[in-house]
């Protein structure tokens, strides 16, 4: 039988090259001339090429599962918009039935905000949009994301003067969503803005969102307006005031959305 040879001897010859890489690179890294230094720039701007194309790699990998992501909540998307739509083809359906009449359309005209210093005696601003590009007096007007803003309450062929919500002569109808109860939203000196006058049975609670009523010419229905903020007590066993958190930023304003009833 021949005698068995260690796993030390058998890789010997490995273990010696490996040894010697090694030091080899030791020597190398350690090195300062200028011929070893050209060498070693020469590897690592190499490695750094060859390093590029497994970036891409990766790249495109990454860019494919965002872009899966995407596709699958834009179909998410696309559903629920489909639903929606049947859902309003269903209302104007029935509404037709019952004898409503059908809800006026408007267009939109956006507006920069070129001053919020339109009038000394009413919370207002200016934008950039007057009556030579189709604006009106007492259009409705709201931000970017469909928030009420106020109305336009004056008009040059070049601007429009906008009262704002927060003023404390504006006056708006708005319904609570969630019970569906009534009433005129104004500014009061002690309790800020508050909708008057909601009946003591209203199941009205803090958090919910208040919208425009409908009931005016100005302002389309479901216009958002803000949040339930605090319910008073009941007034002489009748009637309460619901406080309102308003939802439109009036200190980032720089563009709005002017609403113009279609003819």
């Known amino acids: 039988m021949s005698p068995s040879v260690s796993p030390l001897t058998r890789y010997k010859s490995l273990l010696h090259l490996l040894v010697a890489m090694v030091l080899s690179l030791i020597i190398i890294g350690s090195n ?42 834009h179909i998410k998307a696309q559903i629920e918009l489909n639903k929606y739509k049947t859902l309003v083809q269903e209302n104007q359906r029935l509404r037709n ?38 604006v009106e007096v007492l259009s409705g007007v709201v931000d970017a994301q469909a928030q009420l803003v106020g109305k336009v309450v004056a008009l040059s062929p070049t601007t429009a003067l906008i009262q704002l919500i927060n003023d404390k002569n504006f006056r708006v109808s708005v319904r609570e969503l969630r019970s569906r109860d009534v009433g005129i939203l104004s500014y009061t000196l002690s309790r800020g803005y508050v909708i008057q006058d909601v009946p003591k049975n209203a199941e009205v609670i803090a958090g919910d969102s208040v919208v425009t009523s409908g009931f005016s010419d100005i302002f389309p229905e479901n216009i958002f307006v803000g949040w339930v903020a605090d319910i008073s007590p009941v007034i002489e066993d009748y009637v309460k005031s619901v406080q309102v958190d308003l939802a439109t930023d009036f200190n980032r304003l720089e563009e709005v959305f002017i609403l113009k009833q279609d003819d």
């Open 32 to 73: 300062t001339s200028t011929l070893v230094v050209q060498g070693r720039n020469i590897v690592l701007e190499s490695a750094a090429y060859l390093y590029v194309p497994f970036q891409w790699i990766e790249t495109i990998f990454q860019i494919s599962g965002k872009y899966n992501e995407l596709q699958k909540s």
């Open 97 to 134: 039935m019952l004898g409503f009449k059908s809800e006026s359309g408007f267009s939109v005209i956006p507006a920069n905000v070129l001053s919020d210093v339109g009038s000394h005696t009413m919370s207002s601003l200016t934008v950039d949009q007057g009556s030579v590009d189709g």
